[in-house]
């Protein structure tokens, strides 16, 4: 947990900057998900961590929501407008996709905390987890991630909205579509890196959202592309009259 709770913090920061069922440690009777709950192990990831993981991408959607319906209203360019409700509906979704495995974050030892488990690292079921135990945190008292996620979430969508509040017309539209072209990229890669850790209906979650985020930032760049190319346009007479 360790390693995950570095992950969490320096990933979300940097991806917030630009703008995902679990094996419940009984040992299945299929061997080819025996197998793969031994890779799982092996990764380190778990049924709380990957309650996390889709609180974390819960976190990320309820932004692009609240973002999407201020483009809705903000936006000039009818493309910007049908792209913002596209994606409005889809992360709307996806929402309701991850909700039955984002719920594991609010629950008692699985937000990526140490609750429910004793000073050996070891919860209820005599399992051992003291990996995730801090060093110097014998107790088990970690900070609750899904927390820190929420709180970063809510920074990163405050500092988005103030500097897209400060546009108008055009210059919107291509402040708007910048921000989605790096935040569909940043979403791309943040699942490539999920589905190599997790499993089960949870991964067929995270594939689908990965190649709508493929699919959405090949969109958004053509569309900023256009935006570009239509500003040259109206730019051009002007300097020649100068």
């Known amino acids: 947990m360790r390693y995950l709770s570095s992950t969490l913090i320096v990933a979300t920061v940097a991806g917030s900057m630009a703008l995902l069922c679990g094996f419940r440690g009984q040992a299945p009777q299929d061997p080819s998900k025996a197998a793969a709950a031994t890779i799982v192990r092996e990764r380190g990831i778990t049924d709380s961590e990957d309650g996390l993981l889709a609180f974390w991408l819960s976190v990320d959607s309820k932004n692009v929501v609240t973002l999407s319906r201020l483009a809705?209203?903000?936006?000039?360019?009818?493309e910007v407008k049908r792209f913002a409700a596209t994606i409005l509906t889809e992360h709307e979704q996806l929402l309701e996709k991850l909700r039955p495995f984002a719920k594991d974050a609010d629950s008692t030892g699985k937000d990526g905390s140490n609750a429910g488990r004793d000073a050996n690292g070891r919860d209820a079921n005599g399992r051992d987890n003291s990996r995730a135990l801090?060093?110097?945190?014998?107790?088990?008292?970690a900070y609750p991630h899904s927390k820190l996620l929420q709180e970063l979430g809510d920074q990163c969508l405050a500092s988005t909205q103030a500097e897209l509040e400060q546009k108008?017309?055009?210059?919107f539209d291509r402040c708007f579509m910048s921000m989605?072209?790096?935040g569909q990229m940043h979403a791309h890669d943040k699942l490539t890196v999920f589905e190599r850790h997790v499993s089960g209906d949870f991964k067929n979650v995270v594939v689908e959202a990965k190649q709508s985020a493929r699919m959405h930032?090949?969109?958004a760049k053509l569309l900023l592309t256009k935006?570009?190319?239509?500003?040259l346009r109206v730019a051009t007479p002007t300097r020649e009259a100068k």
């Open 217 to 219: 930032l090949d969109e």
């Open 227 to 231: 935006l570009e190319s239509k500003e």
């Open 180 to 182: 989605a072209v790096a």
């Open 168 to 171: 108008n017309g055009p210059q």
């Open 72 to 78: 809705q209203t903000r936006a000039t360019d009818s």
């Open 134 to 141: 801090p060093a110097g945190n014998p107790r088990g008292d």
